[in-house]
T-cell receptor
Framework: EAQVTQNPRYLITVTGKKLTVTCSQNMNHEYMSWYRQDPGLGLRQIYYSMNVEVTDKGDVPEGYKVSRKEKRNFPLILESPSPNQTSLYFC??????????????FGNGTRLTVT | GDSVTQMEGPVTLSEEAFLTINCTYTATGYPSLFWYVQYPGEGLQLLLKATKADDKGSNKGFEATYRKETTSFHLEKGSVQVSDSAVYFCALRGVYGGSQGNLIFGKGTKLSVKP
C-alpha cells in the first residue's frame, strides 16, 4: 500500500531535549516536505527536499533541521525543542515539486507537546 | 507572494444541506488549485484539483471550478452527509518565484454536519 509513515504519532518531551520525528514513503517520490499545523494558522511549511541531499527552507524553518540521505526518508530534527514548537506535524511527499498533476500524499501526523 | 484566503469556520450544516466554502487566491500566472480534506485524526488527502482556467474538479459529489476572472476556486456540494464532517483546505501550487512548486494552503474550514 502506498503511504507516508510518520513516527511517533504522539510525543511529549521537555524543553531542550533533542528529538527526531521520522518520515518514510514507499512511492519513490522525489519531493518531500514537512508542515506544522496550528489553530488559526493552517499549515505552514517548515522544510522541503527536492531529492536526495537537496533540502531547502520553507516558511518557518527556525528551530528545525532536516536531512535527506535516502530517497525514502526525511526525518525532522528538533535540536533543542521549545514550548512554541508544540504543534501537529505532517510529512508529505509527491513525485516532483513542480508537476501540476502531482498531488501531495500526507502522513497521519505527529502531535508534539513540549513542556 | 502567492496566497490563499478561504472562509473562516466553523461551518455547521444539517444533513442534505447545500455546501459552499469560498476560496480566493493571489498568484502570478496560472497556478494549479487544489482542495484537500482532513478527517479527524488523519492527514490531509487530495479531494479534487484543477490545473487551468475554467477547469472543474470533482470527486465524491464535491465540485470546484477554476475561475481566473474572479481568482476563485469555491468548493460546493449539493447534499452533504454526516461523513463529510472534516476540515477542508484550499491550496495552490505557484508557477513563478522562489517557492514555485510548493503548495500554499489556506487556513482551513471546519465543517460539521448534523444528522
Amino acid at each position: 500500500e502506498a503511504q507516508v509513515t510518520q513516527n511517533p504519532r504522539y510525543l511529549i518531551t521537555v524543553t531542550g531535549k533533542k528529538l527526531t520525528v521520522t518520515c518514510s514513503q514507499n512511492m519513490n517520490h522525489e519531493y518531500m516536505s514537512w508542515y506544522r499545523q496550528d489553530p488559526g494558522l493552517g499549515l505552514r511549511q517548515i522544510y522541503y527536499s527536492m531529492n536526495v541531499e537537496v533540502t531547502d527552507k520553507g516558511d518557518v524553518p527556525e528551530g528545525y533541521k532536516v536531512s535527506r540521505k535516502e530517497k525514502r526518508n526525511f526525518p525532522l530534527i528538533l535540536e533543542s525543542p521549545s514550548p512554541n514548537q508544540t504543534s501537529l506535524y505532517f510529512c508529505a511527499s509527491s513525485f516532483n515539486r513542480g508537476g501540476r498533476n502531482s498531488p501531495l500524499h500526507f502522513g497521519n501526523g505527529t502531535r508534539l507537546t513540549v513542556t | 507572494g502567492d496566497s490563499v484566503t478561504q472562509m473562516e469556520g466553523p461551518v455547521t450544516l444539517s444533513e442534505e444541506a447545500f455546501l459552499t466554502i469560498n476560496c480566493t487566491y493571489t498568484a502570478t500566472g496560472y497556478p494549479s488549485l487544489f482542495w484537500y480534506v482532513q478527517y479527524p485524526g488523519e492527514g490531509l488527502q487530495l479531494l479534487l484539483k484543477a490545473t487551468k482556467a475554467d477547469d472543474k474538479g470533482s470527486n465524491k459529489g464535491f465540485e470546484a471550478t477554476y475561475r481566473k476572472e474572479t481568482t476563485s476556486f469555491h468548493l460546493e456540494k449539493g447534499s452533504v452527509q454526516v461523513s463529510d464532517s472534516a476540515v477542508y483546505f484550499c491550496a495552490l501550487r505557484g508557477v513563478y518565484g522562489g517557492s514555485q512548486g510548493n503548495l500554499i494552503f489556506g487556513k482551513g474550514t471546519k465543517l460539521s454536519v448534523k444528522p
